[in-house]
């Protein structure tokens, strides 16, 4: 019987936190909400017209 080789439970998670991630941001961007995100350690408001939209054709 072979052993499998254990796996960081961060692996199965991570891809799914940023899709998630992703979503809620272009929900955002699409209903005209702002956002904040750290940028160089600071709270940074970033307005609708800022969010770059998501590059694929994913439906939420």
Known sequence: MTEKTA????QFLL??????VAQAI?????????IAIM???Q????????IKPLQDD???
């Open 15 to 20: 891809p799914g936190i940023q899709e998630a």
């Open 39 to 41: 940028r160089d350690n």
């Open 58 to 60: 994913r439906t939420f």
């Open 26 to 34: 272009e929900r955002h961007r699409r209903l005209g909400q702002s």
């Open 7 to 10: 796996q960081p439970l961060s």
């Open 43 to 50: 709270v940074v408001i970033l307005a609708p017209e800022e």
